[in-house]
């Protein structure tokens, strides 16, 4: 662009030499300490765990290690899987002693009551009827004397636990913990305006049939008004409120009062839209009871999660301390609350909330966002105009020069943005490509190299190319260094008005972003310094501080918890695909507005260049050994599998397949890296190749999961048959009757076999299932079969009775008309016990982590 000679440039306007190249290192070295000694730091702040010998002096407070010698003797008891006599007898008998310890101590002002529920029912669960039968609640009302309050407070977690797993973390940990708060508040006599119900529940993992039983059966259940729900996706650190509500912004303003907060509407945004592969018992108590609350969680050490890794000595103390203190003051809170009289008056909408750096909460409604965000948008553009108004009258250049070379910068940062990401996704890609997925698995630290260097890189090679091109413009390089700041400003209120017209609440964080800018572009234009372009710098690079530490803190968050859980998130997506763009996103935000000021360093070009010999540098690093994702024990690669039989009859009665097997399901990406030690067990065929031949499959599919898996799941087969115990799955047609009009005919069928089953119906030659005994929302909605029916039982064993209607209008019943399976799963028995299992187990890596038993599928036409 020519300088028009007939503008001047105004006196007042500093035009700044360049810094030199070697001050480059001195700028990024701030933002690093800065993020180690402050965000790491604080990531991993505890408060001090009180032992036994702080009681006297602490006489109202949690104490951390009466909670951790419980949780001691409770995994004594080993897993605790429903069926078992661990679940169903010792932990129920350990609960009523703790809890009769507690009833021991406590004050004259409040009573106990002590209810033991057993319960049968079934409800969908995704694409399954998931059916219990005799399960178990250990439910403890804590109030006070002679009380006639009907409104409580539900405090809940499980107490049983994944096949082969102690469950000190999932769930151990949080039972313990709900036993110290009521100790807690039992020996106190603290007033307690309404009851509280701790509800020990025994099938979480079934899944959440426990919770189901409650809230539907139980005949507390309707005065249940609040809920905090206390689960577990790691072992230790600080628990994260990652739900609230819905609609009750009321409960954010007890939570903000907690010792420890630690929450975040992003991570409930994320939860809720399934990309947390997980749920919780909070959903049940929402769906099915309309009971609003809090949902909390451990996060880190996600490796160890429904592993046999997740012991006691894995669960550091001070987390004890830390949730016993938040639940603590929550439940006197909330007991006390009295929006439990009416909380159906208090359903406001849904709720922004965060914390920053665990020191303090901040909170408000949607609407309020709505206005923020709105207000923030027109603060930015008018703050946006006034500075390139500056700019025209300051720098020599036509307001026409000025837009046309905004025009130009909100070009190159859009293409930028773009960039960036196409770079994070192609590292991604190629990674994939060469079987060097979840190289960071173990080794988080290379997430910098391998996806934040190319960003930096992305979002800051053209704007420099542009800059040295443009070296000669009249408009000076700070003010040119401003417009790129001002273009990736347009940007982000577009993408934040975007989300918010999406109704997507962490459109706040885009927000922030936006704000801290404007706020430092208010100081730079009060204070002239927009004039000046180190002072500039200086009031930016100090405003950036603040966003800077929360973003890196919330991204730090978001990759402790989501790497763990990429190793058991399936092998059908790339992971390196979510961390490149996790990665992405919050760079835009801690580094959008930090990248411009490279622009004032000398050899510019160089500089960004080091990035991305940063990244080549990292992508050798991860292709190497070094770049191994797994660990023994620490972070160990998951396989579940299966020594299984199976038997498929043909119409005629006659066996078309009986054959043992291996069922083996990866649940990570790099399934192939065991490849070699698969292949010498057998040779390998992919589950899906039978799933067009047979109904599910034809394989003893655990749930629906399992289903959506096949495609990387492997069928090997074996001359060992496993070692099935008696309790041998059997189908039995009772009889058949006609039901209205000889088309019509209704099969009664039992079913007996060990305390979890698979039962799967297909229909044959043109029928149509018109009702059945099951949960009907599978028929009601006319779902397509076959059908998948997740059944299990804790102390009730007795054979399931259940009846299906069909119709048949083009057939007679003479020909076959239902396809029944049933998967056995010997769930409960210990792995090391069964030396064929054992030894197949045995064959795979050291790193690996196997979660297995034996099983059996057999199928029949009626």
């Known amino acids: 662009m020519s300088f028009n000679s007939k503008y001047h440039i105004d006196v007042d306007f500093e035009v700044p030499k360049k810094l030199q190249w070697y001050y480059a290192p001195a700028f990024f070295g701030f933002w690093l300490v800065l993020y180690l000694s402050l965000v790491n730091t604080q990531m991993n702040h505890?408060?001090?765990?009180?032992?036994?010998?702080?009681?006297?002096?602490?006489?109202?407070?949690?104490?951390?290690?009466?909670?951790?010698?419980?949780?001691?003797?409770?995994?004594?008891?080993?897993?605790?899987?429903v069926g078992s006599m661990a679940n169903e007898e010792t932990a129920v008998e350990f609960l009523r002693a703790e809890?009769?310890?507690?009833?021991?101590?406590?004050?004259?002002?409040?009573?106990?009551?002590?209810?033991?529920?057993?319960?049968?029912?079934?409800?969908?669960?995704?694409?399954?009827?998931?059916?219990?039968?005799?399960?178990?609640?250990?439910?403890?009302?804590?109030?006070?004397?002679?009380?006639?309050?009907?409104?409580?407070?539900?405090?809940?977690?499980?107490?049983?636990?994944?096949?082969?797993?102690?469950?000190?973390?999932?769930?151990?940990?949080?039972?313990?913990?709900?036993?110290?708060?009521?100790?807690?508040?039992?020996?106190?006599?603290?007033?307690?305006?309404?009851?509280?119900?701790?509800?020990?529940?025994?099938?979480?993992?079934?899944?959440?049939?426990?919770?189901?039983?409650?809230?539907?059966?139980?005949?507390?259940?309707?005065?249940?008004?609040?809920?905090?729900?206390?689960?577990?996706?790691?072992?230790?650190?600080?628990?994260?409120?990652?739900?609230?509500?819905?609609?009750?912004?009321?409960?954010?303003n007890y939570y903000r009062n907690v010792p420890h907060p630690f929450a975040n509407t992003l991570a409930e945004e994320l939860f809720q839209a399934g990309y947390i592969p997980s749920d919780t018992d909070f959903r049940i108590f929402r769906d099915y009871g309309g009971v609003p609350g809090l949902d909390m969680a451990y996060i880190f050490n996600g490796y160890v999660y429904h592993t046999k890794y997740d012991r006691i000595n894995a669960f550091p103390r001070a987390s004890f301390q830390h949730t016993g203190d938040n639940v603590l003051s929550l439940a006197r809170a909330l007991a006390n609350a009295p929006e439990l009289d009416d909380t159906a008056a208090h359903s406001e909408g849904h709720n922004i909330f965060y914390d920053f750096l665990g020191w303090f909460m901040i909170f408000y409604t949607e609407t309020?966002?709505?206005?923020?965000?709105?207000?923030?948008?027109?603060?930015?553009?008018?703050?946006?105009?006034?500075?390139?108004?500056?700019?025209?009258?300051?720098?020599?250049?036509?307001?026409?020069?000025?837009?046309?070379?905004?025009?130009?910068?909100?070009?190159?940062?859009?293409?930028?943005l773009l960039l960036a990401i196409g770079l994070a996704l192609l590292v991604a890609l190629f990674m994939d490509g060469v079987d060097r997925s979840l190289s960071w698995f173990t080794s988080s630290w290379t997430i910098f190299g391998l996806y934040l260097a190319p960003i930096i890189f992305g979002l800051s090679i053209l704007?420099?190319?542009?800059?040295?091109?443009?070296k000669r413009d009249p408009l000076g390089l700070g003010f040119r260094i401003q417009l790129f700041m001002h273009s990736h400003c347009?940007?982000?209120?577009?993408?934040?008005?975007?989300?918010?017209?999406?109704?997507?609440?962490?459109?706040?964080?885009?927000?922030?972003?936006?704000?801290?800018?404007?706020?430092?572009?208010?100081?730079?234009?009060?204070?002239?310094?927009?004039?000046?372009?180190?002072?500039?710098?200086?009031?930016?690079?100090v405003c950036q501080i603040l966003p800077f530490v929360f973003f890196t803190y919330l991204c730090t968050v978001a990759l402790v918890t989501l790497i763990p859980m990429q190793g058991r998130s399936g092998s059908s997506t790339n992971p390196d695909m979510v961390i490149a763009a996790l990665v992405w996103v919050f760079s835009l935000m801690f580094a959008g507005f930090i990248a411009p000021l490279i622009m004032f360093f000398r050899k510019t070009r160089t500089i960004v260049l080091c990035f991305l010999g940063i990244t080549i540098l990292f992508i050798i690093i991860a292709v190497t050994n070094a770049g191994f994702p797994y660990k023994e024990k620490t972070s160990p690669q998951r396989y579940s599998l299966i020594h299984a039989h199976r038997r498929?009859?043909?119409?005629?009665?006659?066996?078309?397949?009986?054959?043992?097997?291996?069922?083996?399901?990866?649940?990570?990406?790099?399934?192939?890296?065991?490849?070699?030690?698969?292949?010498?067990?057998?040779?390998?065929?992919?589950?899906?190749?039978?799933?067009?031949?047979?109904?599910?499959?034809?394989?003893?599919?655990?749930?629906?999961?399992?289903?959506?898996?096949?495609?990387?799941?492997?069928?090997?087969?074996?001359?060992?048959?496993?070692?099935?115990p008696s309790d041998y799955p059997l189908l039995v047609l009772q009889d058949s009757s006609e039901l209205e009009t000889p088309t019509q005919r209704r099969f009664n069928f039992t079913v007996a076999g060990p305390s979890h089953m698979g039962i799967f119906i297909n229909v044959k030659n043109d029928a149509k299932i018109l009702n059945w005994s099951f949960n009907d929302t599978l028929i009601r909605e006319q779902a397509e079969p076959p059908y998948m029916v997740y059944f299990s039982y804790g102390l009730d064993d007795s054979p399931l009775e259940f009846t299906i209607d069909v119709e048949k209008?083009?057939?007679?019943?003479?020909?076959?008309?239902?396809?029944?399976?049933?998967?056995?799963?010997?769930?409960?028995?210990?792995?090391?016990?069964?030396?064929?299992?054992?030894?197949?187990?045995?064959?795979?890596?050291?790193y690996a982590y196997i979660q297995g038993w034996v099983g059996t599928y057999e199928t029949w036409y009626f």
């Open 46 to 81: 505890m408060p001090r765990p009180l032992t036994r010998s702080d009681e006297a002096s602490h006489p109202n407070s949690f104490i951390a290690q009466r909670a951790e010698d419980t949780l001691i003797e409770l995994t004594r008891i080993g897993p605790r899987v």
């Open 99 to 252: 809890v009769a310890k507690v009833e021991a101590e406590m004050s004259e002002l409040l009573e106990i009551e002590v209810d033991v529920q057993q319960a049968s029912g079934a409800y969908m669960h995704w694409e399954m009827v998931n059916m219990y039968q005799g399960i178990q609640n250990v439910v403890v009302k804590l109030s006070e004397k002679n009380s006639t309050n009907e409104n409580y407070l539900l405090i809940n977690s499980h107490y049983d636990s994944v096949p082969g797993s102690p469950g000190a973390g999932d769930d151990g940990s949080m039972v313990v913990t709900m036993l110290e708060v009521m100790r807690v508040i039992a020996k106190s006599g603290d007033p307690l305006a309404h009851p509280i119900v701790f509800l020990f529940n025994g099938a979480e993992e079934n899944p959440l049939q426990a919770s189901h039983a409650f809230i539907t059966q139980h005949k507390w259940a309707k005065n249940c008004k609040a809920l905090i729900n206390l689960d577990s996706a790691g072992s230790g650190g600080r628990e994260i409120l990652f739900q609230s509500g819905p609609n009750h912004p009321w409960l954010m």
């Open 368 to 416: 309020t966002s709505i206005i923020v965000n709105v207000m923030v948008t027109l603060l930015a553009l008018l703050g946006v105009g006034i500075s390139i108004y500056y700019m025209c009258l300051r720098s020599g250049c036509s307001w026409k020069g000025v837009l046309l070379r905004f025009s130009i910068t909100i070009a190159i940062q859009f293409v930028s």
């Open 463 to 470: 704007p420099a190319l542009y800059l040295e091109k443009t």
């Open 490 to 541: 347009i940007c982000l209120i577009l993408i934040m008005l975007t989300l918010t017209g999406l109704s997507i609440r962490s459109a706040y964080l885009i927000m922030l972003c936006i704000l801290f800018d404007i706020v430092a572009l208010i100081v730079n234009l009060v204070t002239k310094w927009h004039r000046k372009a180190y002072l500039f710098a200086i009031a930016v690079t």
């Open 648 to 724: 498929l009859h043909n119409a005629d009665g006659s066996t078309r397949i009986d054959e043992s097997g291996l069922y083996i399901y990866p649940q990570d990406r790099r399934f192939e890296i065991a490849r070699d030690d698969i292949a010498a067990i057998g040779e390998a065929h992919k589950v899906s190749d039978f799933c067009d031949e047979e109904m599910f499959c034809g394989m003893p599919l655990y749930n629906h999961r399992w289903n959506k898996a096949r495609q990387y799941s492997m069928w090997i087969k074996t001359s060992e048959a496993p070692e099935i």
């Open 809 to 846: 209008t083009t057939s007679t019943f003479d020909t076959p008309t239902l396809e029944i399976g049933i998967g056995g799963h010997w769930v409960t028995q210990d792995i090391t016990a069964i030396e064929k299992l054992s030894s197949y187990i045995q064959r795979f890596p050291s």
